[in-house]
């Protein structure tokens, strides 16, 4: 999976290469210092930089789905989805979480991820993802929570994803709670990266643009986007989604997308 980065801030310490200005991608020289040099990886990972380019392992983001013809199941407990990550090149990100009962967000589950926020930067890790699609208690409960732990991962210098299935979750108390939860992440200065999934099964043959049919009577829809703090990098099946996405971001929901993030056997992906 590879990530593609927005311009960074001009100045950078002495040594770091910076990105092309034409396109912004990493050059291999910019590749290899960024993750040889502490101090340009550092740089990078600021929050005001949005540090996107990140290679993942078979884990991230739709883990509960079957890759290869395996079936990867999302997990929500720290130690066992580090125990389970398996060893990629370049910066990784933990994914905690995914659609079924074994990565539900509950208020205790999620209470147990932030307290293990140091753990996960000693693990090695440069950033945490969210896969959030089943969630159990109120929003009022649960949206403080969340801020809570992102907030701790911020302060333990972890960089901050949150990927989700479609607009919003598509499991939660109420439909009023996913609409609550999503425009709490909208609003968090301590996201890096949203992802909206624009897909189901995995196997369309096209971004599915359409909200969470969960909650869009209740107002989870693209709008609440517009607003959004965080960079939004869609997850969609193929490469060749991401220009039927980007269209379609641009007119209706006035964002520029940051990139995307690409579910397939390549496990590609470019921010």
Same mark, same amino acid.
């Given at each position: ?45 600021? $929050? ?28 929500? #407990? ?44 000693? *693990? ?27 907030? *701790?991962? $911020? ?9 989700t299935s479609h607009s ?8 009023? #709670? *996913? ?53 939004? *990098? ?25 990139g995307y993030i690409v ?9």
């Amino acid at each position: 999976m590879q990530f593609k980065l927005p311009p960074l801030a001009s100045e950078l310490p002495s040594g770091c290469v910076r990105l092309r200005p034409d396109d912004h991608a990493w050059t291999p020289a910019a590749r290899a210092v960024s993750t040889s040099s502490p101090t340009c990886a550092d740089a990078v990972a600021e $929050r005001d930089h949005r540090l996107l380019r990140v290679e993942l392992g078979r884990r991230l983001l739709w883990t509960f789905r079957c890759k290869l013809g395996h079936p990867l199941h999302g997990l929500i #407990d720290v130690d066992q989805a580090i125990s389970q990550s398996p060893s990629v090149q370049g910066i990784k990100f933990l994914s905690l979480g995914g659609g079924n009962a074994a990565g539900m967000f509950t208020s205790s589950t999620l209470s147990a991820i932030t307290a293990k926020a140091s753990a996960i930067k000693k *693990a090695g890790f440069a950033g945490v993802m969210y896969d959030v699609e089943e969630v159990k208690g109120p929003s009022s409960t649960m949206s403080p929570l969340f801020a809570q732990s992102f907030a *701790a991962m $911020r302060n333990a210098g972890l960089l901050v994803g949150v990927t989700t299935s479609h607009s919003a979750p598509y499991a939660c108390d109420t439909p009023e #709670d *996913a609409t609550n939860i999503l425009r709490a992440w909208c609003a968090d200065p301590n996201i890096d990266i949203i992802s909206p999934q624009l897909y189901s099964s995995g196997s369309e043959s096209a971004p599915e643009l359409v909200p969470s049919n969960f909650c869009k009577e209740a107002g989870c829809t693209w709008d609440i986007y517009t607003s959004c703090k965080a960079a939004i *990098a869609p997850s969609i099946v193929r490469s060749s989604h991401y220009a039927a996405s980007k269209d379609y971001f641009d007119k209706n929901v006035g964002r520029t997308l940051s990139g995307y993030i690409v579910w397939a056997q390549s496990g590609e992906l470019m921010v």
